[in-house]
């Protein structure tokens, strides 16, 4: 088998660096002010806008283990290319802009992009200055990558160099893309129990990715927030309290096509007969299938408490007995079949009309339900 990494067709460092994108916005969205906004692949990998209207440009660079920065890496200069042209459009000195490059490498302690790295302490005046520094490191250059660079660089006037080369952070060090869920998971869910927090990552990296895609396609022109992150993480986080079970199944539908004319389960048959229309079978097929797989979902995930689920069903089918009971009272084993069909489609109608989401929500406070019965004419089919 061809090695990845030598495969020169292969697109799986590009495909991780999307990845790898998407995973650290999300952490530092976590980590920022709740009113600061993120874009992907706007002005850069990331675009952070604060509550001031701020920007900040990051590029993202995943690299091998081992990585390291030095005054003419190719990661840095890109970056530069892409800063400069922002910082110039955007008035030079007048911009609100700066710039962050995240790697997991890490930086030379002998380049002078170590000047770069954060809580570096400041610098005296009979030291170089950043733009001395740089001028000297690309006057050894011989890349004609960097040489373009180079020249817009130069366009600059000494002050705005310094300017621009002031803006800059370099963030080494970051975490790798496998590392950002355990810490995301250790830093900003420590009010969720532990045996949860990686069902709720899950959940809320599906959201994030979904709310990226709407960006990146057009669907949505507005950065995502960080309190839309919080009160997201929130909402999931609720569902795995104490006293309530997650719902996971809400939307979900069956692989194979839902065919209520010939569908040959025993319920089925049963609506068909009290004869209701083709829309609401559909929608009774849709309950049960998501009441399955939802207590199916917190079977194998371990939420459920020994015993709950039959407690449950045994005062769900008392219930449903009762009104059966009530409904059914004055017919008789000679009754008619319209008389039949009629009472058997009022009971339904009830549990329809009084199921608040029992089909396929629970909560351990008892105002909701395992068991898809709750819709069926025959309890015992749960």
Same mark, same amino acid.
Do not use: C
């Given at each position: 088998?061809?090695?990845?990494?030598?495969?020169?067709?292969?697109?799986?460092?590009?495909?991780?660096?999307?990845?790898?994108?998407?995973?650290?916005?999300?952490?530092? &969205?976590?980590? !920022?002010?709740? *009113?600061?906004?993120?874009?992907?692949?706007?002005?850069?990998?990331?675009?952070?806008? $604060? #509550?001031?209207?701020?920007?900040?440009?990051?590029?993202?660079?995943?690299?091998?283990?081992?990585?390291? &920065?030095?005054? !003419?890496?190719? *990661?840095?200069?890109?970056?530069?290319?892409?800063?400069?042209?922002?910082?110039?459009? $955007? #008035?030079?000195?007048?911009?609100?802009?700066?710039f962050f490059l995240f790697t997991t490498g890490t930086v030379s302690a002998k380049s002078f992009l170590a000047r770069l790295i954060p809580?570096?302490?400041?610098?005296?005046?009979?030291?170089?200055?950043l733009t001395e520094l740089a001028k000297a490191a690309l006057a050894k250059s011989k890349s004609q990558l960097i040489d373009p660079i180079a020249m817009a660089f130069n366009e600059l006037s000494d002050d705005e160099k310094q300017d621009f080369l002031e803006?800059?952070?370099?963030?080494?060090?970051?975490?790798?893309?496998?590392?950002?869920?355990?810490?995301?998971?250790?830093?900003?869910?420590?009010?969720?129990?532990?045996?949860?927090?990686?069902?709720?990552?899950?959940?809320?990296?599906?959201?994030?990715?979904?709310?990226i895609i709407k960006q990146l396609t057009g669907t949505s022109t507005d950065g995502i927030f960080g309190y839309e992150v919080s009160d997201k993480l929130s909402s999931i986080a609720e569902e795995y309290k104490a006293d309530n079970l997650p719902i996971t199944f809400r939307k979900k539908v069956p692989d194979e096509e839902i065919d209520?004319?010939?569908?040959?389960?025993?319920?089925?048959?049963?609506?068909?007969?009290?004869?209701?229309?083709?829309n609401r079978i559909r929608s009774a097929i849709?309950?049960?299938?998501?009441?399955?797989?939802q207590r199916s979902a917190w079977a194998r995930k371990h939420l459920l408490v020994s015993g709950e689920v039959e407690e449950y069903e045994d005062r769900l089918t008392d219930e449903w007995s009762r009104y059966k009971d009530v409904v059914f009272e004055k017919l008789k084993d000679d009754s008619a079949d319209d008389a039949l069909r009629e009472a058997g489609a009022t009971l339904y109608n009830w549990g329809v009309r009084n199921r608040k989401d029992r089909v396929f929500a629970h909560s351990r406070k008892g105002n909701g339900a395992l068991c898809p019965s709750r819709q069926l004419p025959n309890p015992s089919q749960c």
């Open positions: 088998m061809t090695d990845q990494t030598t495969d020169r067709y292969s697109a799986g460092e590009q495909g991780l660096g999307y990845i790898y994108q998407a995973r650290l916005a999300l952490l530092h &969205l976590l980590q !920022l002010p709740e *009113d600061t906004a993120v874009f992907l692949e706007k002005d850069d990998d990331l675009d952070f806008v $604060d #509550g001031d209207g701020g920007k900040s440009l990051a590029s993202l660079k995943h690299k091998a283990v081992g990585d390291r &920065l030095t005054d !003419l890496s190719t *990661d840095f200069w890109k970056s530069v290319n892409i800063w400069l042209a922002r910082y110039n459009r $955007d #008035g030079r000195v007048a911009s609100n802009l700066r809580d570096q302490p400041v610098a005296s005046d009979d030291e170089p200055t803006r800059i952070l370099i963030l080494d060090g970051s975490p790798r893309i496998d590392d950002i869920p355990a810490t995301i998971r250790d830093k900003h869910m420590r009010s969720i129990r532990r045996e949860h927090r990686e069902f709720v990552f899950e959940r809320l990296e599906g959201w994030w990715t979904d709310a209520t004319e010939n569908d040959p389960r025993l319920f089925v048959a049963q609506l068909r007969e009290i004869g209701l229309s083709s849709l309950d049960y299938y998501r009441a399955y797989e």
